[in-house]
């Protein structure tokens, strides 16, 4: 038996607001002859310039790249739907795509770190990054177990909200140290939840 958690999230409530745009849009770029998996690589790609930016230093640039390159996830998944071309495959392509962003910002800002001999800057970026993964991996293994574990504090979108405005303002120190912590606290919240809703099944089955 499947337990889904039928709360609608963060990044669910976005997608229902901003439906009336994403979908004009990404009927435009579908009828240009852009595939949803190019508009995945144009944004990984855009991420990658705006990593190079953070490692240079140039936090103002780096965020606004990634400001504009961040919409793109919810593109191609919209694009994938209007074309009828919703598969399991592009969900896991753009599922990993998506923490290879993570990863490469993150990485931009633990290079500029390392070679500002910001010590403790280096081990937050390495915990935001640790954080950012766990949130993923205990949804997807939740996922494999039969529960939809979307519960918690910091979920990718809201990890995007903390850091580009503190990428902006040449805070990125400060985007750290919030993602390090709530990060790694929702990964911990779901566990908990996925602890919770294993419990249950269990009582069901008796």
Known sequence: MTHAN??????????????WILDPIGAFINSVGITPNIMTLLGLAGTMLGGYYLAQ????????????MAPID?????MARLRGESTEFGAFVDSVSDRYSELI????????????????????AYLAAAG????????????????QAKVGLLTRVERYIVLIPCLIFNQPFAAMFIIAILANITALQRIFYVRKEMHRRMTENK
């Open 6 to 19: 039928s709360k609608k999230t963060f990044t669910d409530h976005l997608r229902s607001i901003f439906k």
């Open 74 to 78: 919810s593109l191609d998944g919209t």
């Open 132 to 147: 950012s993964i766990l949130v993923s991996y205990v949804k997807a293994r939740a996922e494999g177990l039969g529960f």
């Open 57 to 68: 230093g140039n936090m103002l640039i780096g965020g606004i790249v990634i400001l504009f």
């Open 105 to 124: 910002i993150i990485g931009g800002l633990l290079y500029y770190f390392t070679a500002t001999n910001n010590d403790n800057g280096v081990m937050l």
